[in-house]
């Protein structure tokens, strides 16, 4: 039988984009975790036994921003299934990671999404949140790239060459 490492986490990440005077913005902010470098992040985090990946987002961006999410920019297709040996729901990410090496072991979903309230100045181990525009931020991900936390330098490689690669 195969078994998971002990310490593999599954995490659902947010991508809070809004319209801003110089085009699409995305919302960055310090990770203030204890004995972990400060560097900029998208907020995010584990799910809990059982909690549902949407439910772990909206959870997760409350606790650190205090934002609540309102729509998903990618529509997640979520369908459920009830059987008698459980429940299961399905749903489409706009996109899915796997580290394949570095200091966590984890998979985990980003959605783009929009949420409204003003940020919080310190949330759960999250701090000095900004919005960025999507043109600043692909030449500092070019430019300055050790600003970023490694998933999120990773994600927002990724969102240039896909979703924001006509921003």
């Known amino acids: 039988m195969f078994r998971w ?14 319209s801003g005077e110089r085009g699409p913005e995305v919302l960055l902010q310090v990770r203030a975790k204890p004995g972990e470098p400060r560097t900029l992040e998208l907020p995010g985090g584990q799910l809990d036994p059982f909690e549902s990946i949407p439910a ?3 959870r997760e961006v409350l606790e650190e921003t205090g934002l609540t999410v309102t729509a998903f920019l990618d529509d997640p297709h979520a369908t459920t299934s009830h059987a008698p040996g459980g429940d299961v729901e399905c749903l489409t990410p706009a996109f899915v990671y796997q580290t394949t090496r570095g200091p966590v072991d984890s998979v985990g979903f980003f959605f783009r999404v929009q949420a409204s ?5 310190l949330g759960d181990h999250a701090e000095a949140p900004r919005w960025v525009p999507v043109r600043d931020l692909r030449t500092q991900v070019q430019t300055r790239p050790e ?3 490694w998933l999120t330098l990773a994600a927002l490689r990724h ?3 896909h979703a924001w690669a006509d921003a």
């Not at 490492?5 to 809004?18: L, S, T, W």
């Not at 309230?117 to 100045?121: A, D, R, S, Y």
């Open 159 to 161: 969102l240039s060459a």
């Open 117 to 121: 309230g003003e940020p919080l100045t």
């Open 56 to 58: 772990a987002l909206r």
């Open 147 to 149: 600003d970023f936390n």
């Open 5 to 18: 490492k002990k310490d593999f986490y599954v995490n659902a990440r947010a991508v809070i984009e809004r």
